[in-house]
């Protein structure tokens, strides 16, 4: 069973940048797409990035496109999102997860391993 465990949220202003990490355990990291989803108080979790087990694809979002990044480093076990502009509708606790799949997909039911987030919250 996979681990996952998220850093680097904290409180940021609007504007500002955040670089989140998720560490995984286990020899299989590099087997599967890796994704990023949040969930804001009294909503419902949503899709926020994934990335193909290569890195060679990426899908964002619409209401985060060209403002956040994911990337990955295989020999780390590392998945990262770089979070520019943000805003306050940003505010969230952001997960990552693994996908069963090593295609980046949108589809959150592909997604069956899930760390314990990590608190994003952007001020005005």
């Known amino acids: 069973q996979v681990q996952l465990v998220e850093s680097g949220g904290g409180l940021v202003q609007a504007g500002g940048s955040l670089r989140l990490s998720c560490a995984a355990s286990?020899?299989?990291?590099?087997?599967?797409?890796m994704g990023w989803f949040r969930q804001a108080p009294g909503k419902e979790r949503e899709f926020v990035s994934a990335?193909?087990?290569?890195?060679?694809?990426?899908v964002y979002a619409d209401s985060v496109k060209g403002r956040f990044t994911i990337s990955r480093d295989n020999a780390k076990n590392t998945v990262y999102l770089q979070m520019n502009s943000l805003k306050p509708e940003d505010t969230a606790v952001y997960y990552c997860?693994?996908?069963?799949?090593?295609?980046?997909?949108?589809?959150?039911?592909?997604?069956?391993?899930w760390g314990q987030g990590t608190q994003v919250t952007v001020s005005s």
């Open positions: 286990g020899s299989t990291f590099s087997s599967y797409a």
């Open positions: 997860a693994r996908s069963t799949s090593p295609r980046a997909t949108m589809t959150s039911g592909s997604f069956r391993s």
């Open positions: 990335i193909s087990w290569d890195g060679g694809n990426t």
